[in-house]
């Protein structure tokens, strides 16, 4: 197979994010196709979670600490989360700390109502 163009790889990584998503319930498209070249849009849009900025990243080696630094600058007021596809692995998520403990804390909450 020949060289992919890094616009192409980024979009396919984008696709492959959102199909992922959209296998496990949660809808999901590639935010290029709805808001143009918005430089504060996240690479993915999620509506039942409006609150995270999707960057997804499809490289061999990334440095992590720099690409969230980027992505909180970015992400105005929302909580950035990082998908890094990297060949032959199981795609990772990265998520700061104490935004896991609030979506852990708002899905225990939610799960209280519904079984309560």
Known sequence: MGKINSKAKGKANELKAVNILKENGIEARRS????????DASDILTPEFPSLYWEIKG????SVQTTMERAREDCASKDPVLIWFKNRKKPLAIIEF?????????????????NG
Not at 32 to 39: K, L, T, W
Not at 59 to 62: C, H, K, Q
Not at 103 to 111: E, T
């Open 98 to 114: 104490d935004h896991l403990i609030r979506l852990l804390k708002d899905n225990k909450r939610l799960n209280g109502l519904i």
């Open 59 to 62: 490289v061999e080696s990334l």
């Open 32 to 39: 290029q196709q709805f808001c143009g070249r918005n430089p």
